[in-house]
């Protein structure tokens, strides 16, 4: 699921889904820029699968991407209606394909990604901490993964966590 009718009041990034695929990313940001000025805008491609392609917005503040999805949501654009919800955080995270990546598993489901990121911080740089959760629930699965920038890191990690 790429939106989410959840957030807290530090969310700045808005999902827009059932997208033309005439749509452009230059076209999205062009429209919700006359809301306010746009972060950063994303879109994705859809069509090599057979959906539709949808966009990701982020705003400098929460009250702008909230007044964007009432202004926006169920609007014409193009040839479609489209969808505006709160973005949930796959969004708009950074790219971290060269990163280190680390399984952590058999996690305590109570465990967010803020704890994990405290626990992991010790060994060096962390890039990102992903909780995995159930998209219904919403609770933790009880496993996630943690991205190290440098390997050197990530070989720390996994020695210490190999033998405490």
């Given at each position: 699921m790429a939106y989410d009718t959840r957030h807290d009041e530090l969310s700045t990034s808005i999902?827009?889904?059932?997208?033309?695929?005439?749509?452009?990313?230059?076209?999205?940001?062009?429209?919700?820029?006359?809301?306010?000025?746009?972060k950063r805008c994303k879109l994705i491609q859809g069509q090599e699968h057979g959906i539709d392609p949808y966009c990701f917005v982020e705003f400098h503040d929460?009250?702008?991407?909230?007044?964007?999805?009432?202004?926006?949501?169920?609007?014409?654009?193009?040839?479609?209606?489209?969808?505006?919800?709160?973005a949930t955080n796959a969004g708009m995270k950074k790219d971290t394909s060269n990163d280190y990546h680390i399984f952590v598993g058999d996690l305590s489901y109570e465990?967010?990604?803020?704890?994990?990121q405290k626990e992991f911080d010790k060994f060096g740089e962390v890039t990102d901490v992903r909780v995995v959760r159930d998209p219904v629930s919403g609770?933790?699965?009880?496993?996630?993964?943690?991205?190290?920038?440098?390997?050197t890191v990530s070989m720390r990690v996994l020695s210490n966590l190999d033998h405490p």
């Open positions: 999902y827009i889904g059932n997208l033309d695929p005439s749509a452009t990313e230059d076209y999205i940001k062009m429209i919700f820029s006359k809301i306010a000025p746009v929460h009250a702008t991407a909230e007044h964007a999805i009432a202004t926006m949501n169920g609007r014409q654009l193009l040839d479609k209606r489209i969808r505006v919800n709160w465990i967010d990604a803020n704890t994990l609770k933790s699965k009880g496993f996630g993964f943690i991205s190290f920038k440098e390997e």
